[in-house]
Structures are given as structure tokens and as C-alpha cells.
Nanobody, 122 residues
């Protein structure tokens, strides 16, 4: 079955950096666009970034552009999210997801990971 496993979350100080990884199995990785979403307590799931199957096209949530970078390594079946200059409002559970096309809406995604917690402290 399809599995998406996120890793790399944890505690990070304001202004610091963190890189999340999502390892995929059970699917033909380069047949899928990949996305990152996040959800903070009491808030709706928010689009973070998405990347096309080849990695040639990316899309970002408007408030995150310039601080976060999504990338993928199709040889390793892995997608990454580089988070720089983090802020307290970046605290959330981060999820990776797979879909046939680059989308910014969660409902269109077929497969989801279990999430990894990112906590930004002062």
C-alpha cells in the first residue's frame, strides 16, 4: 500500500532553519506531484507548497514564499521542505501528500502522511 512518511520535525528557534523529508513507497513516485500542508491547533489545514512530478514547477502559499523551498529527489522517492527564518506562526503539524497534479487544495490529494510536528520557540 501507499505510504508517505514524514521526518525532520522538532523544536527550532525563531529565525532558525529546519528541513522536513517525506519518503514515499507503494507508488510510482514520479507519476505524482507532491505537496506539503500544515495544520495548527484550532485552525484549518493550510497549503504550504507543491512540486510537479519532474520538479520543474513549484507553487507556494502566499505567506510562505521566499522562506520555504520545496524540492524532490525522484531517485530517492523523497520530497523535502526547507524552512528558513521560521516564525512562531509556523508552529504546526506538517503533512506531505501525493496527487496527480500540482494543487493547492487538500481535497484533491489522494494520499497523506501521518504528519510531523514543528514547534518554533522564542
Amino acid at each position: 500500500q501507499v505510504q508517505l512518511v514524514e521526518s525532520g520535525g522538532g523544536l527550532v528557534q525563531v529565525g532558525g532553519s529546519l528541513r522536513l523529508s517525506c519518503a514515499a513507497s507503494g507508488l510510482t513516485f514520479n507519476d505524482y506531484a507532491m505537496g506539503w500542508f500544515r495544520q495548527a491547533p484550532g485552525k484549518e489545514r493550510e497549503f504550504v507548497a507543491a512540486i510537479s512530478r519532474s520538479g520543474s514547477s513549484t507553487n507556494y502559499g502566499e505567506s510562505l514564499k521566499g522562506r520555504f523551498t520545496i524540492s524532490r529527489d525522484n531517485a530517492k522517492n523523497t520530497v523535502y521542505l526547507q524552512m528558513n527564518n521560521v516564525k512562531p506562526e509556523d508552529t504546526a503539524v506538517y503533512y506531505c501528500a501525493a496527487n496527480r497534479a500540482v494543487r493547492s487544495t487538500a481535497v484533491f490529494y489522494d494520499y497523506w502522511g501521518q504528519g510531523t510536528q514543528v514547534t518554533v520557540y522564542p
